[in-house]
Every structure is written in C-alpha cells, then in structure tokens.
C-alpha cells in the first residue's frame, strides 16, 4: 500500500479529468453552408416577415392619439403687474407657494371609440441612470418598516433623524401634476378612475401595506422632501389607494427605459352616461394643477388620450422593423441567388475538390 507521505510527494499535475466534456470528446455538429440551405432560410424569413409586419403596422394605426403639450401653459390664477399672463412654469422655478393651475382649450378631431386611457409624458428625465435606478428601499415598499433605512436611498433617507417613507430618489421625484378633463359639449367633467392601472403583479407582489391603521403606523416616518402629502394622504377618495398601494406611486416606481416616456395617469369610466362609447369629437378643456418642475433639466410635459388595440397601445416601430428585416432578407437572397447561378460550381465539382486539382482561372 502506498503511504501518506508517498502520496504527497507525487508530482502535482494540471492535466483535467479523463471526461468527455474535459477532454473535449462530446459529439458536434457544424452545419455546411450552401446554397441550397441558405438561399430557402432568407426567402422564408423574408416572405414570413413582411406580411406579420404589415398586419403589426395596421394594427398600431388603428390605435387613435391625442397629444397635448402643456408645458408652457399660463397661469389662470396668478398674474404680473397690469394683468399681464405669467407661465406656471416660471412660478414653479420661483418657488412661488401659492398653487399655479392653468386651463388649455383643445378639439378631439374625430371620435374615440372603445376603451380610452390617459398618460402623462415627460422628455428628457433619464429614470434609466443608474442610481437612480437603485435609489430605493424594496424592504419599505413591501411594508417591511424599519427605521434603518437602505444606504442606496441616500440623500433621500432621512430629514434630521427622522426616517422617510418611502426614501429615494425615484419616489422623491414622483410626478404631482392633477390633471383633469371637462367635455364642453356635455358640459360635465370627464370621469377618471384612478385604480387600475398599475400592474397587478406590481401591486400584489412587489408593493404592500404594512399591517394596521396607516396615519398610526406611519406616524414615525416623514415624507419625501419633494412631497406635499403623506403617503397615507395620496388619495383621499379611496382610502384603499393609499400608502404602498397608491397606484400612481406603484407605476412612477416602475423606471423607464428611456429618457422620453408615458406612464398611465387614468382610465376613462365608461359606465358613466355620455362616455360608454368613448370620447366624442369635440371642444374639451385640460384643466391643470401645476406643480411638478421640468425646466430644470430642460423636459417637456405632455397629456395623451388614446385607445388601444389588440396589441396595445400605438407603436409602429415593431412593425416598421418586421418589414425593413424582411426587405433585406429577400434582398440578400435574391442577390445571392444570381451570384450562385452565374458563379458558383455544383455541389458535385466541389466535394471532388482535391489538394492535386489543378487550378482552373
């Protein structure tokens, strides 16, 4: 028998395993591009593409849209000197307190059937950047309360010692603007809902309440910075829209990929009388609270009404790409093809290809 000592003056070795995989035995396959594999590939590609394409873009036209920009809406409520107008967004960099609203007369060109949603659109906010990103405490929004707060949400954790709820800076930044719709033609105010447009599996997974009456449990946190309500106050017409559970809160936390975007603000209610079939072409005022900031970073704010499809809301691009990527294919193929007819030798010439043959100009 071989003793200890014998076995650990053996040589060491770097050599692996005696295994199909170390020893690079397992079976392969490497395909042999020809003509007659390559040339059917691209024709399918292109034939399949172009019609899902086309259907796609027919699809996303028949989505209706009304886009709204209202960054540089006057004031309706303050005034310079001898009555002179005054934009709520040079208010707002003032920091005037009073609150600024403005009202914007706007035409629907033509009906809007069907299901109607309300977004709101911000321009050059980057929510994609990268602490941002990571400035938030997933432990808070699952109604795990602690009043050690997560390092990432640093500057935004604490005002004094005292804990904020929820910290970081993408609830800080949450969009505050109220904004709301009268149709002129029935002389009543658009009824929007506020529930229902987060994501169920946000609202039932990623964001809870903690146990217990809120105003009592969250008596020692304090709001974000930014904030004009507690998180318990967001909605003061459903009590079962506040806290964690604030729908407008659930879908601000979900950052966008993009530095232009639109998030859902509100649903049209469609039970109610005049609005079952949707909006009707006509006068309507946007009437708005102005309170979110976005001449800072040199942004935009937009209101968009729209329907949807089958496929959801209106984005051409998806199709736009089945066609372009189908176009080249067909393109490569058929240029392939000719080359192959006028230059290429037959399968049969080119296995009997051999190191002795001569060579042919």
């Given at each position: 028998?071989?003793?200890?000592?014998?076995?650990?003056?053996?040589?060491?070795?770097?050599?692996?395993?005696?295994?199909?995989?170390?020893?690079?035995?397992?079976?392969?396959?490497?395909?042999?591009?020809?003509?007659?594999?390559?040339?059917?590939?691209?024709?399918?590609?292109?034939?399949?593409?172009?019609?899902?394409?086309?259907?796609?873009?027919?699809?996303?036209?028949?989505?209706?849209?009304?886009?709204?920009?209202?960054?540089?809406?006057n004031?309706?409520?303050?005034?310079?000197?001898k009555?002179?107008?005054?934009?709520?967004?040079?208010?707002?960099a003032?920091?005037?307190?009073?609150?600024?609203?403005?009202?914007?007369?706007?035409?629907?060109?033509s009906d809007?059937?069907?299901?109607?949603?309300?977004?709101?659109?911000?321009?050059?906010?980057?929510?994609?950047?990268r602490?941002?990103?990571?400035?938030?405490?997933?432990?808070?929004?699952?109604?795990?309360?602690?009043?050690?707060?997560?390092?990432?949400?640093?500057?935004?954790?604490?005002?004094?010692?005292?804990?904020?709820?929820?910290?970081?800076?993408?609830?800080?930044?949450?969009?505050?603007?109220?904004?709301?719709?009268?149709?002129?033609?029935?002389?009543?105010?658009?009824p929007?809902?506020?529930?229902?447009?987060?994501?169920?599996?946000?609202?039932?997974?990623?964001?809870?309440?903690?146990?217990?009456?809120?105003?009592e449990?969250?008596?020692?946190?304090?709001?974000?910075?930014?904030?004009?309500?507690?998180?318990?106050?967001?909605?003061?017409?459903?009590?079962?829209?506040?806290?964690?559970?604030?729908?407008?809160?659930?879908?601000?936390?979900?950052?966008?990929?993009?530095?232009?975007?639109?998030?859902?603000?509100?649903?049209?209610?469609?039970?109610?009388?005049?609005?079952?079939?949707?909006?009707?072409?006509?006068?309507?005022?946007?009437?708005?609270?102005?309170?979110?900031?976005?001449?800072?970073?040199?942004?935009?704010?937009?209101m968009?009404?729209?329907?949807?499809?089958?496929?959801?809301?209106?984005?051409?691009?998806?199709?736009?790409?089945?066609?372009?990527?189908?176009c080249?294919?067909?393109?490569?193929?058929?240029?392939?093809?000719i080359?192959?007819?006028?230059?290429?030798?037959?399968?049969?010439?080119?296995?009997?290809?051999?190191?002795?043959?001569?060579?042919?100009?």
């Amino acid at each position: 028998m071989t003793s200890i000592n014998e076995v650990s003056s053996l040589p060491k070795t770097k050599k692996p395993s005696d295994s199909a995989f170390k020893q690079q035995r397992l079976p392969a396959w490497q395909p042999i591009l020809t003509a007659g594999t390559v040339l059917p590939t691209f024709f399918v590609i292109g034939i399949a593409f172009i019609p899902v394409g086309v259907g796609l873009l027919y699809f996303s036209d028949q989505v209706k849209e009304y886009i709204l920009d209202y960054t540089d809406c006057n004031s309706t409520n303050i005034f310079r000197a001898k009555g002179m107008p005054v934009k709520c967004a040079d208010i707002i960099a003032e920091g005037h307190s009073q609150p600024c609203y403005c009202k914007i007369n706007f035409s629907l060109p033509s009906d809007f059937n069907g299901k109607i949603y309300m977004y709101y659109g911000l321009t050059n906010f980057y929510q994609n950047h990268r602490r941002y990103v990571k400035s938030r405490d997933d432990n808070q929004l699952l109604g795990k309360l602690s009043p050690d707060v997560s390092g990432d949400c640093e500057p935004f954790a604490y005002v004094g010692e005292t804990p904020i709820v929820p910290c970081g800076a993408i609830a800080n930044s949450l969009f505050s603007d109220d904004l709301t719709l009268f149709s002129l033609k029935h002389k009543a105010p658009v009824p929007l809902l506020k529930t229902g447009i987060a994501w169920p599996s946000d609202k039932n997974i990623k964001f809870r309440n903690p146990e217990g009456n809120l105003r009592e449990v969250f008596k020692n946190f304090t709001k974000p910075k930014n904030w004009d309500k507690y998180i318990y106050e967001l909605d003061n017409e459903n009590e079962s829209n506040n806290g964690f559970q604030n729908e407008d809160l659930i879908v601000w936390m979900r950052t966008a990929a993009l530095p232009t975007f639109r998030k859902l603000y509100r649903r049209v209610n469609h039970t109610v009388d005049g609005f079952t079939e949707g909006l009707v072409a006509g006068n309507y005022t946007l009437t708005v609270n102005y309170t979110y900031p976005v001449s800072a970073f040199d942004g935009r704010k937009r209101m968009i009404l729209s329907t949807t499809s089958l496929l959801g809301g209106k984005n051409p691009f998806l199709g736009i790409a089945y066609i372009v990527v189908g176009c080249i294919c067909l393109l490569l193929g058929i240029t392939l093809l000719i080359i192959h007819i006028k230059c290429s030798k037959s399968v049969t010439e080119m296995i009997n290809v051999t190191p002795n043959t001569p060579y042919q100009e």
